[in-house]
């Protein structure tokens, strides 16, 4: 079945640092959406992107969708105390959202 | 803001018990899913449900799982006899778009941690 797979694994950064989670599928993908689960909580959407190629940003956070559709990163740049959790991508299944493995963040100030 | 409501937040079982979790997901959405996470790990799909059926499920998904949705805003899962493994943060999800396939933002409730003794 597909498989969405992220590197790293965990991440850990000084305050101020950039950050890079990497999100592989084994199909390609109609879409792809990013989620971020603060520790204890819940996934909650950040953004989808659909294009090849796409390239969206939110405030210190640049998301890239690649040219095969199969791949897709989340830059965090300078990154602060409260962007500690686990940043997960998601790949559209026909009723589903398959997960990544997520990758952990952790910031010391 | 509207959101996903899940009731339990914690529920304690004994193994072999039948155990039932409620979400009660966005009232227009028409997509509803129950995903679980096992601590520390990646958040796996169970099943997703609409117009009244299951669409799709996974592998984990098996007879001793199943869902149902009572009335016009429960959406429930049932798990019939719950083993040690099954321990994990259960996530209901809902989503409004009319078209198929996952490509609308998901709304997660809180999740119910299901401990299995």
């Known amino acids: 079945g597909q498989q969405v797979m992220q590197i790293p694994q965990y991440q850990h950064v000084q305050e101020g640092e950039d950050f890079t989670t990497y999100c592989n599928s084994s199909?390609?993908?109609?879409?792809i959406q990013w989620y971020k689960q603060r520790p204890g909580g819940h996934p909650v959407f950040l953004i989808q992107?659909?294009?090849?190629?796409e390239v969206k940003k939110q405030k210190r956070l640049t998301f890239q969708f690649g040219e095969a559709k199969k791949n897709s990163s989340l830059h965090i740049t300078a990154t602060q105390t409260t962007d500690v959790g686990t940043y997960f991508c998601?790949?559209?299944?026909?009723?589903?959202?398959?997960f990544g493995t997520g990758t952990r963040l952790q910031v010391f100030p | 803001e509207p959101e996903v409501t899940q009731t339990p937040s914690h529920q304690v079982t004994q193994m072999g018990q039948e155990v039932i979790l409620r979400c009660v997901p966005i009232?227009?959405?028409?997509?509803f899913y129950w995903y679980r996470q096992i601590l520390g790990q990646k958040v796996e799909f169970l099943v997703s449900?609409?117009?009244?059926?299951?669409?799709?499920k996974s592998e984990i998904f098996d007879d001793q799982f199943s869902v149902e949705r009572p009335d016009g805003s429960n959406f429930t899962l049932k798990i019939r006899s719950t083993k040690l493994e099954d321990s994990a943060m259960y996530f209901c999800?809902?989503?409004?778009?009319?078209?198929?396939?996952?490509?609308?933002?998901?709304?997660f409730g809180q999740g119910t941690r299901l401990t299995v003794v």
């Open positions: 999800a809902s989503r409004d778009s009319i078209l198929r396939g996952m490509n609308t933002e998901a709304f």
């Open positions: 199909t390609t993908l109609s879409n």
């Open positions: 992107l659909v294009k090849s190629g």
């Open positions: 998601a790949g559209n299944g026909p009723d589903k959202l398959i």
């Open positions: 009232s227009n959405h028409l997509y």
């Open positions: 449900f609409y117009n009244n059926e299951i669409s799709e």
